[in-house]
């Protein structure tokens, strides 16, 4: 399964964007999909998780209310639609697939990831 990202920009705070993560290959085998981001000399922290076929949500507590992880079964898309951004959401956004643990956060339990997109918020 290859994960492709997307959808990164600047933005000005208060703002919102949508991070599109398109899964190919094998994607009956997903079990979770999850969002995380690094920002610069910073750890890699979870934003956002859902389960293939559940539809179970999960969300960091630093963007509960303002993100949405959502899926397009049609499209095999993941999508993270960001509201009411702030400058310390500044990031690279990852996009990551998980296996059968749930709920989780450690980004050990998400062996497979695609490149980053970029998002930067201003003040």
């Known amino acids: 399964v290859q994960l492709q990202a997307s959808g990164g920009g600047l933005v000005q705070a208060g703002g919102s964007l949508r991070l599109s993560c398109a899964a190919s290959?094998?994607?009956?085998?997903?079990?979770?999909v999850g969002w995380f981001r690094q920002a610069p000399g910073k750890e890699r922290e979870f934003v956002a998780a859902?389960?293939?076929?559940?539809?179970?949500?999960l969300y960091a507590d630093s963007v509960k209310g303002r993100f949405t992880i959502s899926r397009d079964n049609a499209k095999n898309t993941v999508y993270l639609q960001m509201n009411s951004l702030k400058p310390e959401d500044t990031a690279v956004y990852y996009c990551?697939?998980?296996?059968?643990?749930?709920?989780?956060?450690?980004?050990?339990?998400?062996?497979?990831w695609g490149q980053g997109t970029q998002v930067t918020v201003s003040s």
């Open positions: 990551a697939r998980g296996g059968s643990t749930w709920p989780t956060q450690d980004a050990a339990d998400f062996p497979f």
């Open positions: 290959g094998r994607t009956l085998s997903i079990d979770v």
């Open positions: 859902i389960g293939w076929n559940t539809y179970r949500t």
